[in-house]
């Protein structure tokens, strides 16, 4: 029996690293068409082909043979944007272009199952995310604050998440009335002045209580743990919990704390992974426009210019000032890379600032359009 166990150990350990962790490797072929000789764009595009390409056939089976071609692509994206199939690594082993086609082929590395529930995974969405700050902040500085606050803290610094302390920011009296208030700008003004991209605010509800057990008086709490995140470049609320417990104070409040965080961080995640799999808003402020030709030009080029641009939405324009929400497949860093190379013009756009999901730029000065 021994041998048996030993032979059985032996084998297990001789798996293939993919086999070991239930991870598939998958060859993928994946094409886009080159418009306005951008072939940096029809690039990305193909890889993102490739990609969806290896998932789908990994998660395929999830879809049942008998599924209906038509709602074969309605399943998969709902399997994508739940996490059911992710891809962990990719190696491009062919690309070419072929007249107004670019093709790609990559070797990919994809685990099925909800990967975002493993601490590696959570550090890959992260990374793809650019790694934002979070800062935690309660309604008050009482001991019962505290005490959640560091239990969360605590928490999510395991995970991986980057804090921004706080403490400089409970001292602002705009903060104090953050709690009540639904003012989105108040609330990116908060993030960005203390460099946090997510914001959780949290507040802490305790009803206490005495009674006596024959000689001895005991004491017992209710604690109640309510937070909501909100992202700090947008005002956006990405997720809103509570959580209450019952018994000795401390314990419980800590307690109520873990699984409040606990909660966020799953919301989050699943947030930022439906992001990545398909669209997130990047807010672009840009400066310098003379007219209003100018405005109407540099948003056909936006059109063209921006990797995984899907939607461009005007929100304000005042003073050659314009206000643009970008709906794109990618991250800022990427909108921000793009930018930095368009021409209007010959007035090249300068980034003056950037975080994770916004961005201000300025036209340089030169020639302008005429309306």
Request: aromatic fraction near 6%; proline fraction near 1%.
């Amino acid at each position: 029996m021994r041998r048996f166990l030993f032979f059985m150990v032996i084998l297990i350990g001789f798996l293939p690293p993919a086999a070991a962790t239930g991870q598939d490797r998958v060859r993928a072929e994946g094409m886009a068409s080159i418009a306005d000789h951008r072939v940096d764009i029809a690039r990305d595009r193909a890889i993102d082909s490739a990609q969806r390409n290896a998932v789908e056939r990994v998660v395929g089976v999830m879809v049942s043979g008998s599924t209906e071609v038509e709602n074969f692509q309605v399943k998969m994206d709902r399997i994508l944007s739940e996490s059911k199939g992710f891809i962990t690594s990719y190696k491009i082993v062919k690309e070419e272009r072929n007249g107004d086609v670019y093709e790609v082929t990559i070797d990919a590395v994809v685990e099925a199952g909800r990967l975002k529930d493993r601490l590696e995974a959570v550090q890959l969405i992260m990374a793809r995310k650019s790694k934002p700050r979070l800062m935690i902040l309660f309604s008050e500085q009482a001991q019962k604050d505290a005490i959640a606050e560091a239990a969360m803290a605590r928490y999510f610094m395991s995970q991986g998440f980057k804090l921004v302390d706080a403490g400089g920011a409970r001292k602002n009296r705009d903060v104090q009335v953050l709690h009540d208030s639904a003012d989105r700008q108040q609330m990116t003004s908060i993030a960005q002045r203390y460099g946090a991209e997510v914001l959780i605010l949290g507040r802490v509800e305790v009803a206490s209580k005495s009674f006596k057990m024959g000689d001895v008086e005991v004491q017992s709490s209710e604690v109640a743990v309510s937070g909501k995140v909100v992202n700090g470049d947008t005002g956006e609320i990405l997720a809103s919990d509570s959580k209450s417990r019952k018994g000795e104070f401390k314990p419980v409040t800590e307690g109520a704390a873990l699984e409040l965080a606990k909660q966020m961080k799953e919301e989050i995640l699943e947030r930022w992974s439906s992001e990545l799999t398909s669209t997130v808003t990047v807010k672009l402020l840009v400066s310098g426009l003379h007219s209003y030709n100018d405005l109407s030009r540099f948003k056909e080029i936006l059109s063209t210019q921006i990797r995984g641009l899907k939607e461009l939405q005007q929100r304000s324009y005042a003073r050659g000032q314009v206000e643009l929400d970008l709906e794109v497949k990618g991250n800022t860093q990427n909108v921000a890379d793009d930018l930095s190379a368009i021409t209007l013009n010959q007035r090249k756009i300068s980034i003056l600032e950037m975080t994770q999901n916004r961005i201000k730029a300025s036209l340089s000065s030169g020639k302008t359009m005429k309306d």
